[in-house]
């Protein structure tokens, strides 16, 4: 059962590919790649672990894994027991050296007020604007207590229209918590960069996050579409530390999903959940009746 649960996760796993689709607007690729990525994370390195389970039994008493029957939930003995143990193991060490180096990026990405040469409070970017001695261009967000968005000299130079255009897009990430979505992508990499086109799919969702906080910007009576392509090829050689705006990605501002799509996406994912929360329900419930019964 064991390894139906892992299949499953793998399964959820190769969806972030198929969700980066024009098909779908960049709010539903980004938040349906990265549910089914924190899933599969999930029922992958839960499975792994199940399956290496007997390998506790074996370490207290050698003698009593011979007694007991694995087959259903942990077939093929000692050595798919120690491979499984090695891939979670690894991919649990994985995830978390990756969650302190995010936890220290985003210490260092912060900008002390002190260290400003101007601090303002922006309505559009909804926080703290605090504006870099420099002239290079650079505009970011640093999410958090301390939540506020860096820009240069150089930014806050630029012509109205264009100055509210980059603040309201910069305001958006703080708004909808896009760096929780750069988490589980960040991790995603970090754990499967390793298999052929991740690296490329990461990349996609990682534009899709610009794409929204784009089109949020522009629902903003504010802000002119037109601004925001202004102000990106203005900042286009940006160097900021948290993929400011001006990274290139595509030009669309669509935000128009297929309804066929949208739904067929979701509910494959629907689908894959609820096999795999069932089968490691009876995997867990496999290892308990075991335990139970060398008591």
């Not at 899933?39 to 370490?59: D, N, R």
């Not at 559009?124 to 301390?146: C, H, I, N, Q, S």
Request: aromatic share 8%; hydrophobic share 50%; with cysteine.
């Amino acid at each position: 059962m064991t390894f139906v649960v892992i299949g499953i996760g793998i399964a959820l796993l190769t969806l972030p590919a198929l969700c980066a689709t024009n098909a779908l607007g960049p709010k539903q690729r980004v938040r349906t790649a990265c549910a089914s990525v924190v899933l599969g994370i999930w029922l992958v390195g839960t499975g792994a672990l199940l399956t290496a389970s007997p390998l506790l039994l074996w370490w207290h008493d050698p003698r009593e894994v011979s007694i007991v029957d694995f087959g259903h939930l942990s077939p093929g003995g000692l050595w798919v027991w120690l491979a499984s143990g090695l891939v979670g193991g690894v991919g649990t060490c994985l995830l978390i050296a990756f969650l302190q180096s995010s936890i220290r990026a985003r210490r260092r990405a912060v900008f002390p007020a002190w260290a400003a040469k101007k601090v303002i409070y922006d309505e559009l970017a909804g926080a703290e604007v605090r504006v870099a001695p420099t002239m290079e261009p650079v505009a970011f967000a640093v999410p958090g207590p301390d939540r506020h968005v860096v820009v240069s000299e150089s930014v806050a130079r630029l012509a109205a229209p264009e100055r509210r255009a980059v603040l309201a897009h910069e305001g958006a990430h703080l708004r909808l918590r896009h760096d929780r979505y750069l988490l589980v992508l960040g991790a995603y990499y970090r754990i499967w960069g390793w298999v052929p086109g991740v690296r490329a799919v990461v990349a996609a969702h990682r534009r899709s996050i610009e794409q929204w906080a784009d089109l949020d910007a522009a629902r903003h009576p504010q802000v002119d579409r037109q601004a925001l392509s202004t102000a990106r090829l203005q900042l286009r050689s940006c160097d900021g530390r948290d993929r400011p705006a001006a990274e290139a990605y595509s030009e669309s501002m669509a935000d128009d999903s297929s309804v066929w799509v949208l739904v067929s996406v979701t509910a494959t994912v629907i689908a894959l959940m609820a096999a795999g929360t069932y089968g490691l329900t009876h995997a867990i419930g496999d290892a308990a009746r075991i335990m139970a019964s060398l008591h």
